[in-house]
């Protein structure tokens, strides 16, 4: 290896000062501000402020919300991948460029759609009346929003892993004998466990925080309609800073557990890939 | 015994199989030999039952198996980059087959566990079986994929460029032990490959694809010495390929007469063909074929020289023994063709 320009160090230093100092005044600061604000009356006033009934209903019903979203989406997005990845079929462009709708539009148009179709005034607003089956302003709405603007996440992430991984494992395996059933238990969900894994991280974390969408068909009835980000921003309209921080200061350490768990699954991730040997 | 019959594929506008029949006998060792694109992957998948034909029937032992799916067939098949689970331990990867039957079929769990040990034994791997494939060579993945095919009791070996992600020293080895171990079991096996190298070393017979059709089906020996046609002539082995016209019974190259048997070949235009050992030096005589020699070297214990027919733009190699001192190059060189194949070339003059 030949010796770098003496220009390079410096060159170096000033990158990795400009990057540390745009992450600590970007990133950074406002994370310290949340955990601040939120603790600027004492940890009393803030356990109070979680402990309040209409915060715990906006966590309960963000955990609920994720927990119908995300499986959705795991089932959705693996077999959106498995058909595109492993079949050639007509239509199989479009249906990529669909996927990658939701990225696409704004979360806001995201929550309209719902509206037009199930709102009072919507598609099937009348039908929707007779039966008393309310879907805008109450969860279901909540529920299909999230599941729409986090469609992508899973589908994304293992539509490239499968393509590269082909399908010579499973042909093997039915060659083997196994059943079509078998073969995606024991080979291929093993082979993108944690391409899987990391796509589904980043779809809770979404779904856990998703504003706009959410917003526009959420209804922001208090302690029935109130996601976590909705219950914030009430909160902060309302001057009620501490508590607003208080619960903007979950969301802040759910990110950083994802942050950290989607660290460890890359590192075991990358493992897999370069010990794979192809 | 294999019986292939009318086999025809397309993949959207492109023909992978034309028509294909195909003959293969228990216990033999047959190689599907060609240039990408012919066919010859296509065939074998389609045997495997991981491909379906548009038309044409796939018997084995007079059963017809075409619309079986490759579960059912009872083949080992062995791909070109493993395709070994590379979460399981290779004991694993080689209990899979077992593992997966249906219970009252499954084996006893220390009964699959002892086959697994004794596969592995007979690829030469005892005691690897709780490695990891990432842990093991090119060649040694091969072998537990082999194993792992093996472990099925397959009534046929399929194997899809066994040794092409392998390199040249491992091949060589990992071929050899193949042959002989297929001597031991019997197996009937096909395998694909586009190295003549590999076919003519391994196989009992061998079958030359091109273009989504048969060449032609035989022996090494036959393929190598009898081609019949200018396409294996020019696939298999090294081959010159002159223009020659035949008119009144004889082959002539620019007007003068050359003795080779016609081989069928009618008036017109058609290719002469010889293999670069297949010529003799004669001097400055009269009928000799003159040479502008344009390239000289040393290969083994011959000279290989480069020349330019004079006359036609057409250069071809030949192998002259090294007893002679190597002509220099730009001189001229008379050379006679002992033994060539004529092969019709369709277009008439």
Redesign the interface.
């Known amino acids: 290896m030949t010796a770098r320009p003496a220009t390079s160090g410096a060159a170096r230093f000033a990158l990795i000062a400009l990057a540390i100092g745009f992450l600590a005044l970007f990133l950074l600061l406002p994370l310290v501000a949340v955990f601040a604000e939120a603790l600027a009356k004492g940890f009393g006033a803030y356990a109070a402020a979680i402990a309040e009934p209409d915060a715990l209903a906006a966590i309960r019903l963000t955990l609920l919300v994720a927990a119908i979203a995300v499986p959705l989406n795991i089932v959705f997005g693996i077999a959106a991948a498995w058909a595109i990845a492993k079949f050639d079929f007509p239509g199989k462009t479009v249906l990529t460029s669909f996927i990658d709708l939701p990225f696409s539009v704004s979360p806001v148009v995201a929550g309209l759609i719902y509206v037009l179709l199930f709102g009072a005034h919507g598609w099937f607003g009348p039908w929707l009346r007779v039966h008393d089956i309310q879907i805008i302003f109450a969860v279901p709405g909540i529920v299909l929003a999230t599941v729409f603007v986090t469609f992508p996440f899973v589908a994304r992430e293992l539509i490239p892993l499968m393509s590269e991984q082909g399908r010579?494992?499973e042909?093997?395996?039915?060659?083997?004998?196994?059943?079509g059933f078998?073969t995606f238990w024991?080979?291929t969900l093993?082979?993108i466990r944690w391409g899987l894994l990391y796509g589904v991280l980043l779809c809770n974390a979404r779904a856990m925080g998703e504003f706009g969408a959410v917003s526009v068909v959420s209804g922001h009835l208090r302690g029935q309609t109130n996601t976590m980000p909705l219950h914030v921003e009430i909160l902060y309209n309302e001057y009620n800073f501490v508590a607003a921080f208080a619960v903007a200061s979950l969301l802040a350490l759910l990110a950083l557990v994802t942050l950290i768990l989607k660290s460890i699954v890359e590192w075991r991730f990358d493992y897999?890939r370069g010990?794979?040997?192809? | 015994m294999i019986t292939v019959n009318g086999l025809s594929k397309r993949f959207g506008a492109f023909p992978a199989l034309k028509g294909i029949d195909l003959d293969v006998r228990d216990g033999e060792f047959l190689a599907l030999l060609g240039p990408s694109g012919s066919g010859k992957t296509t065939l074998l998948r389609i045997i495997a039952g991981l491909e379906f034909p548009d038309a044409g029937r796939v018997e084995f032992n007079g059963e017809d198996v075409t619309g079986l799916k490759v579960a059912d067939r009872k083949v080992g098949f062995v791909f070109q980059h493993y395709a070994l689970f590379k979460h399981m331990t290779v004991a694993d990867n080689v209990a899979f087959g077992l593992s997966v039957r249906r219970r009252g079929q499954r084996p006893p769990k220390a009964q699959i566990r002892a086959r697994a040990e004794e596969l592995l034994e007979l690829v030469q791997l005892g005691g690897l079986g709780h490695r990891y494939p990432a842990q093991l060579s090119g060649g040694q993945r091969q072998r537990v994929a082999l194993a792992r095919a093996l472990a099925v009791e397959p009534q046929l070996l399929l194997l899809d460029e066994p040794f092409g992600a392998l390199d040249a020293k491992v091949r060589k080895d990992l071929r050899r032990w193949l042959r002989q171990l297929h001597g031991r079991m019997g197996l009937t096996s096909i395998f694909v490959t586009h190295d003549q190298e590999e076919a003519l070393e391994l196989a009992d017979r061998v079958v030359v694809m091109d273009r989504g059709a048969i060449e032609q089906v035989g022996t090494p020996e036959a393929i190598y010495m009898a081609p019949e046609s200018a396409f294996v002539s020019d696939f298999v082995g090294e081959s010159n390929s002159l223009p020659v016209t035949v008119t009144g019974g004889r082959a002539h190259l620019f007007d003068r007469p050359i003795d080779v048997a016609l081989n069928g070949a009618i008036d017109g235009a058609a290719r002469l063909a010889f293999r670069p050992h297949d010529v003799s030096v004669c001097g400055e005589r009269v009928g000799c074929l003159p040479l502008l020699v344009t390239g000289v070297y040393r290969s083994g214990g011959e000279w290989r020289i480069e020349g330019e027919v004079a006359g036609i733009d057409r250069t071809i190699e030949i192998d002259v023994s090294a007893a002679h001192p190597a002509p220099d190059i730009g001189t001229r060189l008379g050379v006679r063709i002992e033994r060539a194949r004529l092969f019709q070339t369709g277009e008439q003059p």
């Open positions: 010579d494992d042909e093997a395996a039915l060659s083997l004998g196994a059943s078998q024991r080979v093993p082979n897999q010990g794979a040997g192809h």
